[in-house]
Nanobody, 127 residues
Framework: RVQLEESGGDSVEFGGSLRLSCRVS????????MGWFRQKPGKEREGVAA???????SYADSVKDRFTISFDNAKKTVYLQMNSLKEEDTAMYYC?????????????????????WGQGTQVTVSS
């Protein structure tokens, strides 16, 4: 069974940076694509960034050019580097894993493309 454990959430000031980490276990890297999602209070969960088994990445427009997703195969850890943070980035951030395939490619930032989820890590950005 795939297990995901996030870390790195914190409180940070506007314009600051954070790096989230997600340790992955119980899976085959060649079969699963990874993603980061976030959920703001009172809002639905939204896709932030995703990376497929070949290293190709996808980003939500709201974070493009500010966030970077990456995967360290040796450490089995997916990262989300967040720069130039804004108050609207405040949310619970979740790591997710989804089986790579045609359906995933068609909707890499759709939560229905992901089967396994972490517990989340809170990011708070203040002015």
């Amino acid at each position: 069974r795939v297990q995901l454990e996030e870390s790195g959430g914190d409180s940070v000031e506007f314009g600051g940076s954070l790096r989230l980490s997600c340790r992955v276990s119980g899976y085959r890297p060649s079969r699963y694509a990874m993603g980061w999602f976030r959920q703001k209070p009172g809002k639905e969960r939204e896709g932030v960034a995703a990376i497929d088994v070949f290293g190709a990445t996808s980003y939500a427009d709201s974070v493009k050019d500010r966030f970077t997703i990456s995967f360290d195969n040796a450490k089995k850890t997916v990262y989300l580097q967040m720069n130039s943070l804004k108050e609207e980035d405040t949310a619970m951030y979740y790591c997710a894993a989804g089986q790579f395939g045609v359906n995933w490619v068609l909707a890499p930032l759709d939560q229905t493309s992901f089967r396994f989820w972490g517990q989340g890590t809170q990011v708070t950005v203040s002015s």
